[in-house]
Structure formats: C-alpha cells, structure tokens
C-alpha cells in the first residue's frame, strides 16, 4: 500500500495545528487511556497524521491530541485542485439525507407543534427545511460555524441564521430560554467540547423543552473489526465520540428527563462499503495533490481513475450488503449511531 502524501512532511505540517497531547480523558478525567487508531486524512488526503484515544473508564474516544481551532479550519477548507475520494464522500452523505432528516423529525411530533427551534451545526439548513413539512407553523432558526447558515436563511430555509458556536457567549446570550426544541445531528462529534456544547444547548431552550440529539456510537462492532477504515472516524475532523451513557448521564445530571436513546433509527448502513472505498482508494496509486512536490506521473493518475472506476461496482456490492444487514445490526451493537431525545425540566 503507498505511503500516504506528503506523510514524511506530517510533523511540521501538524506541529502548529495541534494541542498538546493528553494524558487524561476529556471526559471523566481517568488516566487509564488506550490507543484506537492511528490514521492520515484517509478522505482528503491533506498531510498530517493522527490519533484516536479511548478512554477504558467511560468509553469516550477522542483525538489526541486535539487540532487547534485553526487546524480544524484548515482541515475542513476545501483547496482547489485537491483530491477526493467521491465514494466515501458519497457515503458519508446518507447521514444528511432526506429520509434520515424526515425520521428525525417524525421522532419529534409526539412532543405536538412547537413554536420555535433551532438547529445547531445546520450548514445548509436541510434539516430545517424538511422539518417543516411537519412543523409548518413553527419558527426554525438555524446556527452554523460557517456562512452556509446565511445562504440558506436567504433561500428561506431558517427564519433567523446565526454564525458561529453555541458556546460563544456573543451567540448563547440573546438566545437564552427562547427555543422549544434544539436539535443537534452529527454536530457534537466535531465540537472542542461537546460537554460544553450540551451545557449551552440546555440554555437557550425553554423550561419544559426538548433537545434532540443524534451522533456517533464509539462502541459500535464495526468500530472495533474495521478500525481506521471504520468511515465514522474521519479524521481528522472528528473530534469526539461519546458512548450514549455518557451523554444520559450528563443530561441526568442537569436535570433532564431522558425521553429515548434509539439506535435502531439512527443507525446509517455505510460501514462495510466505506471501509471498502477507503481502503480501495489507498490501496492504488496516490492522487495528485496541491502540497505534493512532484506530481505523480501520467500514467499513475491514469491507473488510479481507471482503478477507481473499476472498483465502483464492489463498492455498491458491499453497500448492498451494507442494507441487507441493517435490520439485524440496527438492532445490536453494530449500530453505528445514536438518537437521543431529552426534555429539559420544567
């Protein structure tokens, strides 16, 4: 297998984007850690190499150490003429599809019409604007790190977009006890601190309201058989993984009632296909790419797009088995993610 990009540059390339390293978890504070994974950037193919830490006292997975804010953004910028692996991107987009947006709302209408919610980490505010379809009298504001928020409140997606984290005091203070549901789908695991992230969350919801939260499970089978080609670690952009006993206990402790933790819904069938188009990509010659020195030769971009092509249908034949498996895995610990819904008290 080639030797990932730029790999012998990765110290100096990641020197100045990354935190120091921890010896305790973020979490519990335990000291009793253990090393998951070890990985490059397995989708973009940007330098830099990276490590996944769990914690064998709570569960909770982390990296570490942990990129700076500045290396997050530098990692989530899109670079002209970098490469990119269409397959997994593909994949990793059924956690953002409208059945899924549509089963995420549909969990919500027991709780009856509420008349205001924000959805936090929206991005293009997809979520908001399928919601609506069951919530047409409610108010949805959207929140987003990055302007895509502003975008969608011009396509009328949200009624009110706000940019930049929930933790921001300049962003949490005008929004204080004024939503009756907060939804947060896939956003906690890209947070710096998700604990904090939460905490924020309770804050802007009315007494009485709901939070709905969907994320990742580090506990999943999958996680453990795959390993770094397990697509939901996608480093390095994902920050944290929380075991769903983290994340009850927590809201416990804040004195919410916890409504559901469902994995069945949550569940997103990509895991054998994902770990087969990520390891097909890196088993090829490497792409070309902005950082590199000297380019790859014609007839290795050449092989690597006629190999890419050709490994296609065994990528769809695992994403058929991906579904075939879905009703039993959904239902075990093979889930891959989780959906909790929690009702601040009154």
Known sequence: M????ASAAAPQATARVHEPRRE????????????????GDLRQYKPGGFTVDACRDCGHTFQNPRLTAEGLALYHRTVRGAPRDPASDGLLALRGSRGRHRSAARAMRRFGEPESWLDVGTGHARFPATAREFFP???????????????????????????????DPRIVAPLRDRYDVVSMLHHLEGTPDPRAELQAALGVLRPGGHLLVETLDPGSVFAALLGRWWLAYDQPRHLHLMPPRNLRAELEAA???????????????????????????HALPAPDAPWRAIPPPAVHRHAR??????????????ALADHLVAPVARRTRFANAYR???????
Do not use: Q
Request: aromatic fraction near 4%; hydrophobic fraction near 40%.
């Open 24 to 39: 305790d978890c973020p979490w519990c504070g335990s000291a009793r850690l253990r090393n998951r994974l070890r990985t």
């Open 340 to 346: 909790l819904i929690a009702r601040k008290a009154a």
């Open 305 to 318: 797009e006629a190999l890419l092509r050709a490994g296609m249908p065994l990528v769809a034949l695992a």
């Open 2 to 5: 080639p030797a990932h990009p």
């Open 137 to 167: 009298y409610t108010a949805f504001d959207g929140l987003d790190p990055s302007p895509r928020v502003v975008r969608a409140r011009s396509a009328d997606r949200v009624e009110e977009a706000h940019v930049g984290r929930l933790t």
């Open 255 to 281: 004195g919410c009632t916890i409504v559901t933790v469902d994995h069945r819904s949550a569940h997103v069938p990509h895991d054998l296909s994902g770990a087969l188009a990520l390891t097909l990509s």
